[in-house]
C-alpha cells in the first residue's frame, strides 16, 4: 500500500495560481498510474488529470491549457500546476494512485477560487 498526503491548496482570486502536491509514504516509479480528481460541494468526484509512469497524461476538457500534472519520482511526489483559475475550479482535490487491483486517496486538500 501507499499513503498520499496533499498540500498546496488554498484561497485565491479568479486568474491566480496554485500549485498542488502529493506526497508518498514510498516509492512512486513502480506505480502505473496516478491522478487528481474533484469533488465540488454537492457534485460527485471526477477525474481532473492522469499521469503514467511512462509520463503519458490526460485531461478533463475543462481544465486543458490551463493545469499541467507532472511527477517526481526521485522526490515520490505528484504535482498538479493550476493556471488562470475560475470559480468553477473550487473543489476539494483528491490525489489518487492505482495499484493492480486496488487504489489508494489522500484526505484532500481545498481550492477556493472566488474575488
Known amino acids: 500500500q501507499v499513503q498520499l498526503v496533499e498540500s498546496g491548496g488554498g484561497l485565491v482570486q479568479p486568474g491566480e495560481s496554485l500549485r498542488l502536491s502529493c506526497a508518498a509514504s514510498?516509492?512512486?516509479?513502480?506505480?502505473?498510474?496516478m491522478g487528481w480528481y474533484r469533488q465540488a460541494p454537492g457534485k460527485e468526484r471526477g477525474l481532473v488529470a492522469r499521469?503514467?509512469?511512462?509520463?503519458?497524461?490526460n485531461y478533463v476538457d475543462s481544465v486543458k491549457g490551463r493545469f499541467t500534472i507532472s511527477r517526481d519520482n526521485a522526490k515520490n511526489t505528484m504535482y498538479l500546476q493550476m493556471n488562470s483559475l475560475k470559480p468553477e475550479d473550487t473543489a476539494v482535490y483528491y490525489c489518487?494512485?492505482?495499484?493492480?487491483?486496488?487504489?489508494?486517496w489522500g484526505q484532500g486538500t481545498q481550492v477556493t477560487v472566488s474575488s
Open positions: 499521469i503514467t509512469s511512462g509520463g503519458s497524461t
Open positions: 514510498r516509492s512512486i516509479s513502480s506505480i502505473d498510474a
Open positions: 489518487n494512485a492505482l495499484l493492480g487491483f486496488s487504489q489508494a
